[in-house]
């Protein structure tokens, strides 16, 4: 079993920066990548950026690309989205999730593509 818990979302303006952690425990063979999702109010939950496990590879969503930038620390075993220049729309429960698949190989915008998934952190961005 795999837990991954994220934190360090809160309630900012719009312009502010943010960075959420996620704590993720690893398997003891093979390794795991890591992305963040969000989701809005009734709306479906969104790819936000993905990473492999030594930080190596990023993907991004066009939504925040140039904005939030992943990353990892192996010795913490935590990743990182560092979120800047927020924007109301932003607003969302973000969640961190892992996969045992490199993420060369699968689609990563899919949710079905992450095996294992985080509680949600909250992230208002008021204007």
């Known amino acids: 079993q795999v837990h991954v818990v994220e934190s360090g979302g809160g309630l900012v303006q719009a312009g502010d920066s943010l960075r959420l952690s996620c704590a993720a425990s690893?398997?003891?063979?093979?390794?795991?990548?890591m992305g963040w999702f969000r989701q809005a109010p009734g709306k479906e939950r969104e790819f936000v950026a993905a990473i492999t496990w030594n930080g190596g590879i990023t993907r991004y969503a066009d939504s925040v690309k140039g904005r939030f930038a992943i990353s990892v620390d192996n010795a913490k075993n935590t990743v990182y989205l560092q979120m800047n220049s927020l924007r109301p729309e932003d607003t969302a429960v973000y969640y961190c999730?892992?996969?045992?698949?490199?993420?060369?190989?699968?689609?990563?915008?899919?949710?079905?593509?992450?095996?294992?998934w985080g509680q949600g952190t909250q992230v208002t961005v008021s204007s």
């Open positions: 690893r398997r003891t063979f093979g390794h795991l990548d």
């Open positions: 999730a892992a996969t045992t698949k490199p993420i060369q190989t699968i689609v990563v915008v899919r949710t079905t593509s992450y095996d294992y």
